[in-house]
RNA sequence: GGGUCGCUAGCUCAGUUGGCUAGAGCGCUUCGUUUACACCGAAGAGGUCAGGAGUUCGAGCCUCUUGCGACCCACCA
């Protein structure tokens, strides 16, 4: 036997991998061929309405989603685990269904992620940026990522990612770069990029700027201090303001009170000195004052904090800034300058206090801005930034939204970005780091000719300078902020191209984390509206966190993170992917542990001996099974995959199969490496060409069904289908999986095969089997594949088979056997309640004038392992099964009937209970008048069962 | 301040438009090595569905309310 006893992943899984890579299966545009059903020699889907074209139905005909791009020098970590056996679910069920489906993998330079490791490596060589210009450090970083790079990829395969390789997109790539500039040419043409100055939120230890979204808000201790502003102009009083950061003060240009209250009234327009300098600012009045809180006197500086800005704005005030951006004081007196923040707040309160200016303080908890990667307090600071007016971006992206053209998983979001995309404000783009795209803008050199504007839009990038109609421009150095890019995502990935129909987007859905709504799908859902005047995807399915086993969430410094290499290397990528599916449902931040990992590695060693067994079966089934095979199939001997099970060779190593295109001896010839598949390539990255499979394998032997467990599990197997299929379309992954766990396991191995043990319906037996293996493939990729491999009558690839047809059968024989289950179940019971083991053996089972039972004897007989099952002829003996609807007795001895009494009473009792509860519901004439007939009428036949059913028990205990 | 979510078995979670005795996995108890599988099989215990009120013939599900917990956005001089 060619099948071990139990199912090593680690044996299979590369070499499987490699051999769905090397047959191009991923890949749509070699596994396919133009649809063309008319024969005009077009593809259907070009020359077709590209609004019926993407079919909501059942059976999209081209099924496409992007990865979101892991950091390209990373490893991956849990969440990628997550999308991967989310996106990756998706893809082969939608290829097993027939569409044409693309997943394409993406790599992320990780802009300041990346920026941040190189950096620091930079430090501990003892070098800093300010060292280098701009592109001699993205090139060094450039070399940095391109010696780390490639092991997130093998991760990805090791995860059993069925993307498409070749059309890797990295977020440098050159297309990217170029779309994103094509974009940001028409904003700027659009008058949707402005260049301001406005406050943005820095990090002094990254020196750069921030957009809002990246900012972490945390609730600190801080101190409110109470300083005296005195009245100049000869008034006696003075204005008590309050602040926290008493070293701004230097920067205030104005006090702000409230209008409305009455204490400030007559002081507006007035002035006050500022302390510690020689400067007045006037008293203005601005809704920002609240008179409730502190002394309602507000100090305003315009160039260090967000509101003051927005103050200073209403009231033309200027700006001053006081720190700079390495976080020291300038443009303040003397014995300030060149003080840090720190420091300087330390000074400034030591002097107010010695000028008795210094009026109070008091502790108070407020949230701090900070900088998300290095925790360091972010600076309000003033700079120069290009920014997005995002205004009718959001506006367009919120009628799309509301008008339905995007599906949410879990729904609620759809509202949670609506609200978000209301007071979403202008976009800073800019990131003064040398990791990412330049901005591609360049400003004139002061003295050049003044009729010019001042910036102008060039895409060469390379040159620090160039001249166009004889004006000199340098190049502005900051780049892109990377959601500027990736927000072009789906519209890169797929090659979308201006005035070309592209059957790949918009996609059909985007998977991706729930933490990235704002930063990333709303991003691109106003880009890809702004771009192709689409939306950018059908759907969005958003997964959560991925918690610890305690729900905590996974982080170094607790020391809980899961690696998910550890556990595929450990049970089995499949096992990895069954678990972390499993209880999850969208948008939850729920917990994992690796016992869901070992549930799933149970449940693929299962399927392996379910395999095991049935390839038994057929190898038993001897000569004659094996020659009609290879009269029917042709010589299904020869494949590249056949290892030789059951027959001569059996010298190759169970399931090592070779990196070979496909074992289908009837397939058409696979586009790889010919003429035509190569300039398809070339062309390929500007319009993917839309093909149909050529893969197709597997056709079934026709079967009979010939006793009732057999009708049964065609039953089961096509509720479970369509369970499957139902819960797909609404990504109910969890689900899914839940379903086919229980049929195959507690279904198809614990009822079906158990009864084949006897009857042996090859043929069926084979069908199923195929059926379970395809409709789980989707989540346990491997094992399935493997066991595929090793059948001795399968073939092709199961990656590429056919979602499996329903099964016939006849429904009363399968809903026969449900009584045959009760009464299995019963008799299994009460084995186990009599006194004594092993119980199963010593007695027999005997029925009364009961054709289930005369017809299902065998059946009966190997399912509950009682030595006997015979017609009762004569008076009841033994001990009456609690069954209303068979008259059944266990052959057992008067004595052990006495024993079983209790247990007896007790089931009337509980039967009893049931009864009064029913009776109850009938006897509410409501009930009977107003809840659906079908109900009343189910109600009533449980009420006679029951009471047939107490009555026999009662009998019974009569008896004894 | 605005918004979202959660509270169901010891643990982690399902429960799709309200409808039979509320489910699963793991854990727990008992029995069992029967020629696929101990990564196994059989049987079983365990739940006032956070509390309260309402609508309904009928509520885990709908409405209101209270409590507890989590998260997001804005603000916090």
Known sequence: MKFASSYEPNQYEADIYGAWEAAGIFDPKLTTKPIDSDGDGVDDRLESDPSTDRQEGENPRTFSIVMPPPNANGNLHIGHGLTVALEDSLTRYYRLRGASSWYIPGADHAGFETWVVYERNLEAKGHTRFEFDRDELYARVWDFVAEQRGSMELQLRALGASCSWGDLTFTLDENVIDRVYTTFEKMWNDGLIYRGEKLVNFCPKHQTAFADIEVEHKDEKGTLWDIEYKLVDGFATSLIVSTTRPETLFGDMAVAVNPEDKRYKDLIGKHVKLPLTDRTIPIVADEHADPEYGTGAVKITPAHDFDDFEVGERHSLPRLQVISEDGHMINVPEEYEGLTTAECRKKVLKDLKHQGLLKGEKKIIHSVAHCYKCGTVLEPMLKEQWFIDVEKLAKTAIAHLEAGDIKFHPANKQKVLINYLKNLKDWNISRQIPWGIAIPMFRKVDGSATDEPEWIFDRRTNLKEIEKGGVKYVRDEDTFDTWFSSSHWPIVCTNWVEENYNPYYPLNVMETGADILFAWVARMIMMGLYVTGEVPFKEVYLHGLVLDSKGQKMSKSKGNVINPMELVAKYGSDAFRLGILRGRSAGMNQAFSEQSVVSGRNLCNKLWNISRLIQSFVDENGEKESKDSISKHGAGADSHFDNGRGRESGTEIPGRVRPTRCKNDDREPTAVGDEQTESLLSVSRRRPAVFKSTLRNTTFDSYTTENMGEDWICRELNDCLSQVEDDMKNYRFSEAVETLYSTIWDKYADWFLESQKIFKNIPLLKQTLETIL??????????????????????????????????????ISAENFENIR?????????????????????????????????DNQMLIKILTKVPTVNALNGAPRGLRLALANHELYLDVPAKVVEDYKDSLTKHILAVGRELDGLNLRMMNPNYVEKAPAHLVLETKQQIAEKEKLISRLKAQLSLI
């Open 822 to 854: 009760t009464i299995v179940s019963e008799v299994r019971a009460t084995l186990q309640a009599l006194p004594g083991t092993n119980n199963a053996k010593k007695y027999g089972l005997l029925f009364d004038n009961d054709s289930l039972m005369q």
């Open 774 to 811: 395809i409709a789980l493939h989707p989540f346990a990729p491997f094992v399935t594949e493997a066991i595929w491999q090793n059948l001795s009558w399968t073939k092709g690839f199961i990656a590429v088979a056919k979602w499996p047809a329903r099964l016939n059968f006849d429904p």
